[in-house]
C-alpha cells in the first residue's frame, strides 16, 4: 500500500505539469485548429530563463529566502515565455492562418527544432543544476513520502488550473475566447477583435508553460535544452486524452497520464518479470494516446469546439 500510495503522489505531481502544459495545446486548438508543437519548448525557455534569474539573485542576494528567489525566477519566466509565444505566433503562425492545416503543422515542427538549437548555442548541451530554494525534508504521508516541493506544485497547479477556469467561464475575455473558438466570423460580426484574443491566448498557454517549467526544474533539480520536448508530448498526449479543444478535458487527461506513468514505472518490473525497468516509463504515455486515437478519438469528454464550415 505504501508502494500504491508513492506512485498515486508522483502521479499527481507530474500530471499536474502535465495538465498545465495541456492547457495551453488546447486553447490554442480551440482557438485556431492548431497543434503547437512548440508549446513544449516554450516550458524549456521559462526553466532556462529561470535558471540563470535564481543564480543571479542568489550571487546578488545571497541572504534572500528560497521561495522569494524561487517567486523572482517565475517572475521572469513568464514574461519571457509570453513574449517568445506571442512572437511565434506573429510570425510563424499568422501568415498561415489560412493556409491548408499541413502548412501551420510543419512550421510548429519547425519553430520546436529551432527553440532547442537556439538553447543548445546559449546553454550547451550539458545539464545544468537547478538549486534547491525550498526544504528538502521529506514528509511522511500514510506511508509515502512527499517533499515540500511537491506540495507546492500540486497547491499552485490547483489555483492556476482554477484561476483558469474563473478566466475563462466568468470574464469578458473568456467570453470572448468561447466566442471566437465557437465561430471566429460571427464573433467578429458582434465586435470581438479575434487577433487580440489569440494573442491573448498564446499568452495564456505561455504562463501556464512557464509555470510548468519552473515546476519541472524545481522538483529535478535539473535543466537542459532539450527537457520540453518529451513533457510537450507527453501533455498532447493528455489533452487527445481528456479531449482537445476542452478545457476541463486537459486537467483530467493530464492527472490521468501522471497517474498512468507513474504507476506504470512502480509496477512495470512486476507486471514483465523484471524484463522492462521503471526507465520505460515513456512508453506508457504513447500506448495511451495510440489506445486513444484508435478507440475514442475525441477524448474522454469530447470536444465541446464545434466543427467550421
Not at 550539458?126 to 511537491?150: C, M
Not at 481528456?242 to 507486471?271: F, H, R
Amino acid at each position: 500500500m505504501e508502494t500504491l500510495l508513492q506512485q498515486i503522489l508522483n502521479g499527481l505531481v507530474l500530471g499536474s505539469v502535465y495538465a498545465l502544459v495541456a492547457l495551453g495545446y488546447t486553447m490554442v486548438y480551440g482557438i485556431l485548429q492548431l497543434i503547437n508543437f512548440a508549446h513544449g519548448d516554450v516550458l524549456m525557455v521559462g526553466a532556462m530563463t529561470a535558471m540563470v534569474t535564481v543564480r543571479w539573485v542568489m550571487t546578488t542576494f545571497p541572504d534572500l529566502p528560497g521561495p522569494l528567489v524561487l517567486l523572482a525566477g517565475l517572475a521572469a519566466a513568464i514574461p519571457t515565455c509570453i513574449i517568445v509565444n506571442v512572437l511565434i505566433e506573429r510570425i510563424a503562425y499568422r501568415p498561415l492562418r489560412n493556409a491548408p492545416r499541413l502548412a501551420p503543422l510543419i512550421t510548429a515542427i519547425g519553430i520546436s527544432i529551432m527553440l532547442q538549437t537556439m538553447a543548445m548555442i546559449v546553454f550547451g548541451r550539458e545539464y545544468h543544476q537547478f538549486p534547491n530554494l525550498l526544504p528538502t525534508d521529506s514528509i511522511n504521508v500514510g506511508g509515502a513520502l512527499v517533499t515540500p516541493t511537491q506540495i507546492g506544485i500540486l497547491v499552485i497547479a490547483a489555483l492556476a488550473m482554477l484561476g483558469l477556469t474563473l478566466l475563462v467561464e466568468r470574464t469578458r475575455l473568456g467570453r470572448a475566447m468561447r466566442a471566437t473558438a465557437e465561430n471566429p466570423k460571427v464573433a467578429a460580426l458582434m465586435g470581438v477583435n479575434s487577433n487580440h484574443i489569440i494573442v491573448m491566448t498564446f499568452a495564456l498557454g505561455a504562463a501556464l508553460a512557464a509555470l510548468a517549467g519552473v515546476m519541472l526544474a524545481a522538483n529535478y533539480a535539473v535543466t537542459h535544452f532539450y527537457m520540453g520536448f518529451l513533457p510537450g508530448l507527453k501533455a498532447f498526449t493528455a489533452a487527445v486524452l481528456g479531449g482537445i479543444g476542452n478545457l476541463y478535458g486537459a486537467m483530467l487527461g493530464g492527472l490521468l497520464l501522471g497517474l498512468v506513468e507513474s504507476l506504470g514505472a512502480g509496477y512495470i518490473g512486476d507486471l514483465t518479470g523484471g524484463f522492462l525497468g521503471s526507465h520505460y516509463q515513456d512508453i506508457f504515455a504513447f500506448i495511451v494516446l495510440i489506445l486513444v486515437l484508435t478507440i475514442r478519438p475525441s477524448g474522454l469528454m469530447g470536444e465541446r469546439v464545434a466543427d467550421r464550415a
